[in-house]
């Protein structure tokens, strides 16, 4: 593959690497690590790219692979997965920055408890606000089940929290 062609590639897709990269790691440095890794890695292998059918599905797997090999290795430092920006807050009062964080809690441990297709349906709906393509793209689930998908997490982390309250 020309230079040209996959600097073409690159920039076509970055887009969605990168919301993909975020929705799992959840850190901005990192999913721009992640997608800049992925992309060196494709620049290495660029004379098999000729062979691809769909460069957005190989450019998000590609990515995906990567974020799922730097959690392997955070978690192997016990590093924290997932903690939450103080920055969120702002100004916030006290008994508000509390009760976000109960709230946040309380909506993580509920996903969770949701099967693991529809947590990453979910998180790449909400947190890294993929449309229902580029959804069934990542997952590997037709357009339809996507959908389906979604609205079962939904329905389901709904009820979930009803039932708490």
Same mark, same amino acid.
């Given at each position: 593959?020309?230079?040209?062609?996959?600097?073409?590639?690159?920039?076509?897709?970055?887009?969605?690497?990168?919301?993909?990269?975020?929705?799992?790691? @959840?850190?901005? +440095?990192?999913?721009?690590?992640?997608?800049?890794?992925?992309?060196?890695?494709?620049?290495?292998?660029?004379?098999?790219?000729? +062979?691809?059918?769909?460069? $957005?599905?190989?450019?998000?797997?590609? #990515?995906?692979?990567?974020?799922? +090999?730097?959690?392997?290795?955070?978690?192997?430092?016990? $590093? &924290?997965?997932?903690?939450? &920006? +103080?920055?969120? =807050?702002?100004? *916030?009062?006290?008994?508000? $920055? %509390? !009760? *976000?964080?109960?709230?946040?809690?309380? #909506?993580?441990?509920? %996903?969770?408890?949701? &099967? &693991?297709?529809?947590?990453?349906?979910? @998180?790449?709906?909400? !947190?890294?606000?993929?449309?229902?393509?580029?959804?069934?793209?990542?997952?590997? #689930?037709?357009? $339809?089940?996507? @959908?389906?998908?979604?609205?079962?997490?939904?329905?389901?982390?709904?009820?979930? =929290?009803?039932?708490?309250?």
């Amino acid at each position: 593959m020309a230079t040209d062609n996959f600097k073409h590639l690159v920039l076509t897709h970055y887009g969605s690497m990168y919301r993909v990269a975020y929705s799992i790691l @959840r850190d901005s +440095d990192d999913a721009q690590d992640a997608v800049q890794d992925a992309v060196a890695s494709m620049w290495a292998r660029r004379s098999l790219l000729g +062979d691809v059918g769909n460069y $957005e599905s190989f450019c998000v797997k590609a #990515v995906k692979n990567r974020c799922i +090999d730097m959690l392997r290795a955070r978690a192997s430092r016990a $590093e &924290p997965v997932d903690s939450f &920006p +103080d920055e969120a =807050y702002g100004s *916030a009062s006290p008994d508000t $920055e %509390v !009760e *976000a964080r109960d709230t946040l809690s309380l #909506v993580k441990s509920l %996903v969770e408890q949701l &099967p &693991p297709l529809q947590q990453e349906v979910l @998180r790449l709906r909400s !947190e890294a606000d993929c449309d229902l393509q580029e959804i069934a793209a990542i997952t590997g #689930v037709t357009h $339809e089940n996507a @959908r389906t998908l979604l609205s079962r997490a939904r329905r389901r982390l709904k009820d979930l =929290y009803n039932n708490i309250k």
